[in-house]
Every structure is written in C-alpha cells, then in structure tokens.
C-alpha cells in the first residue's frame, strides 16, 4: 500500500490465530450544543451557565491561558461533515475511529466545559454530574463500545464522593476520574475518602492529564510555549506519582488501582529509580511506606501509552517498554486530538504477540473488567 | 515514466487540492500560486492523509525576535502531529535528509499539445482550448 511507513500491525494480526481487538482507553467525546447537556442540569445551574459560565484561575473568562496548536487541539480531519466539534458526532466517529481501526471498547475521557478547572466548586460539580449523566445517554447507550467515567472534582471532598456513590448504583462506570491539577498534591489526606470509596467500589481511578489549576504546570513557573505546555504535562503526572507514593495511598489502599491518561509513559523508569534512591536514604522520614516505591509502582498503577515516544532508535522504545512493564501500559489514542496516536503505527519498535495483546487488550480488559 | 492527465488546471482552485487514483496510488495534488505539487497522499510519519493538512508560510528567525515569513502557502503542516514538510519535493522542514513524502513531476500542458499525445488520460477527453495537469509515475 504505501512505500513510505512499515507494513502495518493490523495486516499482522489479521493473519494471526485470533483478530487482536484495540481497547482504546483514551477517547474524547464532545458536546455538540449546550443544550445537550442543560438536560441533565437542574434550573438554578443552567442559568449559572447561561449568565456567568466558567470562572477559572486564567485572565479571562472562555480562554485558556496559552493558544494551542490546532483549532480545539484537534486534528484537522476530524471536523464532523455534519457541523459541531471534532468528537461531538458519534457516527462519524465510528466511521473515521472505531470501526477502521477495530476498537473493541473505547473509554470515554471529557474534558468539555473546563471539568476540572472550575473555581465554583458547586458549579463544577453540577458540570459533572450533568456529564455523567451525558455520557450515558449520548454515548454509551447509543454505541456499547464506549464505556464511561464518574467524573468527580476532588476538591469538595464530599459533593465528590456524593456523586460517586450516585453514579456506582447506576453501574455502568468503568472508573472515577479525579482532577489531574488538584488544589493539593494527590496524595494529600484531605482526598483520601475518595481513594477508600473507589477501593471499596472496586473501581479503578482515572487520571487525566489537563486542566488548569491555580498551580503553575511546571516546577519552573509558567510556560512560554504550547510545547513547552505540552510537555509539562509528564512533569505534571511525574508530580503526582510521586505524592501518592511517598503519601502512602497504595499502602493504606491496597487494593485502589490508579491509571495515568495521557501523561505518556516516557519518564516513568527516571521517577521512580530516583524515588528508590531517596527512599534508602530517607526511610525515617517515611516510615509509613513499607516496600521500596518501584514495588508500589508495578503493582497499583497503570500508564496510558499516549503521547507515545518516539527515539530515534527503536530499541530506545523497546528498552522503555521493559523497564515500565508490558504490564503496565494501556493503549490509547486520544482521538479526535491533534496528538493521536494510531495503534498501527505509534510503536516503532517489535512487540512479540503476547506483548501485543496485552497492552493493545488484555491489560485494560482486566483493569477494567471488560 | 508515465505520464497521467489528472485534471484541468481549472479543477483545483488556488490554495486547494484534489486526491487522484494513479498506478494503485493516492496521489494529492495542490494548486499554489499558479503551480502544482503532487504528493503521495500519505504523511511518512503515522499515515494521515496529507489533503487535510494547512497550506502554511515558512516561518524563520534568524534571530530572537525577528520573524521572517516567506513561500507562503507552499509548506504543508500535516493534519494530525503538525509535521510540516516542502511541497516543491516532500522534504520535512525538521530532517529533510531523512524524513520526507514521495513527490512527484507535474506539469502543466495545453491541450493543444497533448492531443500529439503520448499520455495516459482514463478519464475524459482533452480539448484544445483547456490547460491540464499532468504526473508523471
């Protein structure tokens, strides 16, 4: 077909035993009008939305604090035919996504509305429980493909945790989803109760990278570029591994599995050899971690493998896929964003059958229980 | 070397392009200016197709804080990671050594002239008073 790229790995997997599915465990859905979503909101905060809309820690209200690469960061092909924003139709969705490229499930990440980033915390709730609600009616019960999260902003502990247990005795969720860029770092106690209600649950705890909180992205201060943006968000996810380690959330919640979204996979074997390090030298100071920090790393959490890295050499990639643990990696997409990653192409490195099958399937099949 | 009869040049308005079947192949055609490009439809990178990507100018500084655009509208930058690349020969802006998209020859010929042929044209007839685009494969 093309004399350009590798043959690709569906041709492969076609010709195999059984036809790999994808389990694409980072999809992007949209809202196509407002008033999609004013149906799952009570009165008093549709108005709100209506007269005041968003108030986030930016300058001005309805901006984000950088420009971005693409129109709605999305790529240019993705505009549905039909009008609306890329990832607000689900037919065409299905058409240029789900179907070519084979997804057996796709869990749904919204980032509508500045979810996450809202400064009226009662606001940002009623944002949320109307996009849960959303997510079901508009996409779950129209396409069985396309799973759900409860989408709770951790800052309000409770209106959290109240909406948690709203959405558990639907049960159709896959996963809680937090804010990436919390008031506190993740590990802080004051978010605890939410890490024993998704244990008890047994629902896995998305984390999706974005957001914007009152915190500068990057340890550096703010960014000048997209890119540089961009690339905040590892240190961002690096950040937060990190909290929820040291903090001890795995070793008081042993059975809560945490998945990073979209942070990439890149800087994981850094963060934690360092943190292995530190953690000899520092041991008094945490007496409350009983293993070395790598061990908490391998068994509690997961990484989605978008934006995937790309070294020069292949092996490169090969080498950071081992010292993270195959076991360890989700595939995703980030469809319909401007940094997608096709399953065909984005690992340029051999991966053997096995390998293949769990991060494309069995890992998010298990996580998930799909 | 064959050479395909694609398109009048009045089929692809300036700024625009057009995706043509030749040899098996996805070949993308883009009007600038008065000139045409053709390249594989195809991005080197992760296989998006190159019709959607933006027409763009190339932006250089020589240095900080002075910009200087020029060729407008004969780069393109790639619908979906942003990797831009020459359309004159399908060299990437980054790494053109390594990294680039298949090009290939266009001309464009009176119909006047074709009509001497030879040329491979399947999909209408050639009229002399019309302009044509042509790949040669």
């Known amino acids: ?10 041709a492969e997997e076609a010709a195999a035993k059984s036809r790999l599915r994808i389990i694409d465990c980072d999809v992007h859905p949209s ?9 799952f909101m009570p009165k008093r905060w549709q108005e709100h ?28 092909d993705a505009w549905p035919p039909t009008g609306g924003p890329p990832g607000s139709d689900l037919d065409f969705m299905r058409k240029q996504h789900l179907d070519p490229l084979d997804i057996e499930y796709g869990i749904l990440q919204v980032l509508d509305l500045f979810i996450f980033s809202q400064q009226n915390l009662e606001f940002g709730a009623a ?48 996963q809680i989803n937090v804010c990436p860029r919390a008031n506190e770092p993740l590990g802080r106690r004051r978010y605890w109760p939410i890490y024993a209600r998704a244990q008890e649950l047994g629902l896995p705890l998305g984390i999706h990278v974005g957001g914007y909180g009152g915190h500068a992205p990057t340890g550096g201060g703010w960014p000048s570029y997209y890119a540089e943006e961009h690339q905040s968000n590892a240190h961002t996810m690096a950040a937060q591994l990190t909290s929820l380690v040291l903090e001890g959330v795995p070793e008081r ?9 979209e942070g990439g996979f890149g800087w994981i074997p850094s963060a934690t050899w360092r943190m292995d390090r530190h953690f000899e030298a520092f041991r008094s100071e945490v007496p409350h971690l009983k293993r070395r920090p790598s061990e908490y790393v391998k068994e509690h959490f997961w990484f989605t493998t978008q934006p995937i890295d790309e070294p020069d050499e292949g092996k490169h990639l090969r080498s950071l896929i081992e010292w993270v643990g195959v076991d360890r990696l989700l595939f995703s997409s980030d469809y319909p964003h401007w940094d997608f990653d096709d399953p065909r192409y984005a690992f340029r490195t051999p991966l053997t059958e096995t390998e293949r099958r769990k991060i494309f399937n069995g890992n998010a099949r298990a996580l998930y229980k799909l | 070397m064959t050479r395909h009869i694609v398109a009048r040049t009045s089929d ?26 053709a390249l594989l439809n195809r991005c080197p990178h992760a296989g998006a ?11 250089t500084s020589p240095e900080p804080g002075v910009y200087e655009r020029s060729r407008v509208g004969e780069l393109l930058r790639c619908a979906w990671h942003g990797w831009e690349f020459d359309m004159r020969n399908g060299q990437s802006w980054f790494d053109p050594k390594r990294v680039k998209i298949r090009s290939y020859p266009v001309s464009v010929e009176s119909g006047e002239v074709l009509q001497k042929g030879p040329y491979v044209a399947e999909t209408f007839p050639v009229h002399v008073e019309d302009s044509y685009v042509i790949i040669e494969t």
């Open chain 1, 1 to 10: 077909m093309s004399d350009v790229i590798d043959r690709p790995i569906l």
């Open chain 1, 31 to 39: 809202i196509h009008a407002h008033s999609d979503i004013e149906q």
């Open chain 1, 49 to 76: 939305l209506r007269t005041y809309g968003s108030h986030l820690r930016t300058p001005y209200i309805g901006t984000t604090p950088y420009p971005r690469s693409s129109p709605l960061i999305a790529r240019r």
């Open chain 1, 127 to 174: 944002i949320q429980r109307a996009i849960n609600d959303w997510q079901l009616a508009f996409w779950s019960d129209r396409d069985p493909r396309l799973k759900a999260s409860i989408l709770a902003g951790q800052d309000d502990t409770q209106l959290a945790i109240a909406e948690i247990e709203r959405c558990a005795k639907i049960g159709r969720y896959v």
């Open chain 1, 253 to 261: 919640f042993p059975n809560l599995k945490i998945i990073f979204i």
């Open chain 2, 12 to 37: 692809i308005p300036p700024g625009g392009n057009k995706v043509f079947g030749v040899d098996g192949r996805d070949i993308v055609v883009f009007h600038v200016n008065g000139e045409f490009f």
């Open chain 2, 49 to 59: 197709p190159l019709e959607k990507a933006a027409c763009v100018a190339r932006l």
